[in-house]
Every structure is written in C-alpha cells, then in structure tokens.
C-alpha cells in the first residue's frame, strides 16, 4: 500500500446522499483506477484513468463519477447513494509503461448506504 | 471479452506443503498480464506475482510461482511451503493495463 492513499477508511451514507472518495499516490504513476469489491464478485473496475484530465469507463461505472483534475489525486463521486452501492472502494495505481502492468493498492474505503 | 475463472472457493492445505490455486483466463488482447494478489483478513490487497504473456519462463518470487501454461489459458499460483500467514484469499488478476479484471477468489486455510 505504499504510497496510495485513502480518504476516508470507513463511511455511512444515508440513500440520496452524495459523497467524494479521495485516492492520493506519491508514485508519479500516470495510471489510476477505481473498484469495488463485493462478495463473492471479486474486484471489479469502476472508472480508471491513464493520464491527468482523463477518465474513462470501467466494468460498473453506473451511479459513479470520476475526475482526475491533478496527477496524483483520482475522485470518485457518488451523487445520490443507494444501498446497492455499499461495498469496499480499492484504488490502485500503475505506471502505464507498457509491458508493465502490475498494479499496487490503496488500503480501500469500506462504504454502508442505509 | 475477458474472463478470469478461479474455480475453487475455498482450498485446505496442511503447514509446510506446497499448494496450488487454480487460475484460467480468456482474452483477445495480443499482449497482457497475469497477476496474483493476497487478501488478509485485514482487507489489504498484496501484489505477489506476476507473468507477462511473452515471458518465457515461469514467474517465481520467492515461495511464489506461477505455473503459466499459455495453450491451456491457465496460471496456476503454486505456494511452497505453506506457512501458517498464507491463510487469505488470493485472487488471480489479468489483462493490459486499462482492463485489469479479477477472478472471484480462493480462500486459503493452511492448518498446523
């Protein structure tokens, strides 16, 4: 988890409520991503992002908003939650070199929606 | 289409011997990556190995090796040596770099 960071760790929501989750890196990675983590569904990708000022959809990108305004930090919004949202958020992060593809994590958010 | 297929949900293995968790993948993309990570109970997701398409051997990081067996679309994570702290989920991970996908995991118990 080193150098990925996220805000906050843990966080309830009412339904219709909106939220921004923060991932923060100190690696210089141009590549950024955002999954949720459900059981017995593994990880799957939401948004990612291969550069500042680019996002794009991932697998479930239904209901969620990204923006990568500077390098080092990727938002994911949540404008109005629903309980089918309530997961555990990974960020992760990769050079974006090619042929080098190994992703490092954040320590994850875990969101309830009530 | 990509798919990462792990088909035990759940695996037993005695401390000290070796393991094998089960990966297969089905992609179009000429050029990917293979990848296991380690999930404790405490939430963490841990990078263990990871194997490039047109590598010619088999990746191994320290107890970790990844029996990759391009024909068959398999990459098998062989575990040696099983310690006690080997007890997590481990998912098997492919694809290039903007379309990583995740299998839906093993649970590893190692017993003393």
Known sequence: NAG????????????????????AQDMN?????WYRQDPGMGLRLIHYSV??????????????????????????????AAPSQTSVYFCA????IAGNYEQYFGPGTRLTVT | AQKI?????????????AV????????????????WYKQPSSGEMIFLIYQGSYDQQNATEGRYSLNFQKARKSA???ISASQLGDS?????????????????????????
């Open chain 1, 4 to 23: 990925v960071t996220q805000t906050p760790k843990f966080r309830v929501l009412k339904t219709g409520q909106s939220m921004t989750l923060l991932c």
């Open chain 1, 29 to 33: 990675h141009e590549y950024m991503y």
């Open chain 1, 51 to 80: 550069g500042e000022g680019t996002t794009a959809k991932g697998e479930v990108p239904d209901g969620y908003n990204v923006s990568r305004l500077k390098k080092q930090n990727f938002l994911l919004g949540l404008e109005s």
């Open chain 1, 93 to 96: 992060i990769a050079t974006g």
């Open chain 2, 5 to 17: 297929t792990q088909t035990q949900p759940g695996m037993f293995v005695q401390e000290k011997e």
């Open chain 2, 20 to 35: 094998t968790l089960d990966c297969t993948y089905d992609t179009s993309d000429p050029s990917y990556g293979l990848f």
């Open chain 2, 76 to 78: 098998n994570l062989v």
């Open chain 2, 88 to 112: 997590a989920m481990y998912f098997c991970g492919g694809g290039a770099t903007n379309k990583l996908i995740f299998g839906t995991g093993t649970l590893l118990a190692v017993q003393p």
